[in-house]
C-alpha cells in the first residue's frame, strides 16, 4: 500500500488549499480514507474521513464547515478541500487508510502517507 499526498503549501489566512492523496498498490474502494494532521509538539489530530462509497464523511470539530473531503474511487485518489483556513491550521497533514473502526482515532489507521506541510500565514 503506498499513499502519496500533494497539494501542500504557504496561504494567507482566510485562503483556500486543496490536498490530494494518490492511492496504489491496493483495492482503493474497499478502503475508508481519513486524513490527520500533527503540529510541532501536538499530537496528531483527525482532520476528516470518508467512507469507501463516499456516501458518509466525518470531521473534526475545529475543521467542520471550512474542509470538505472527497473520494474518487476511479482514480484512487481521495482529496481535502480546505476554505478559510487560519494560522491554527499549520500542520503537516496526512492521507491514511483503514478497513474498519473509529474513523477518528489515528491507531485505527494501517496504512498513511508520507505528509504535506501546510502552513498558514496570519
Known amino acids: 500500500v503506498q499513499l502519496q499526498a500533494s497539494g501542500g503549501g504557504l496561504v494567507q489566512s482566510g485562503g483556500s488549499l486543496r490536498l490530494s492523496c494518490l492511492a496504489s498498490?491496493?483495492?482503493?474502494?474497499?478502503?475508508?480514507m481519513g486524513w490527520f494532521r500533527q503540529a510541532p509538539g501536538k499530537e496528531r489530530e483527525f482532520v476528516a474521513a470518508i467512507t469507501t462509497t463516499g456516501a458518509k464523511t466525518y470531521y473534526g470539530s475545529s475543521v467542520s464547515g471550512r474542509f470538505t473531503i472527497s473520494r474518487d474511487n476511479a482514480k484512487n485518489t481521495v482529496a481535502l478541500q480546505m476554505n478559510s483556513l487560519k494560522p491554527d491550521d499549520t500542520a503537516v497533514y496526512y492521507c491514511a487508510a483503514m478497513m474498519r473502526g473509529d474513523v477518528s482515532h489515528p491507531r485505527e489507521y494501517a496504512d498513511w502517507g508520507q505528509g504535506t506541510q501546510v502552513t498558514v500565514s496570519s
Open positions: 498498490g491496493y483495492t482503493f474502494s474497499s478502503y475508508i
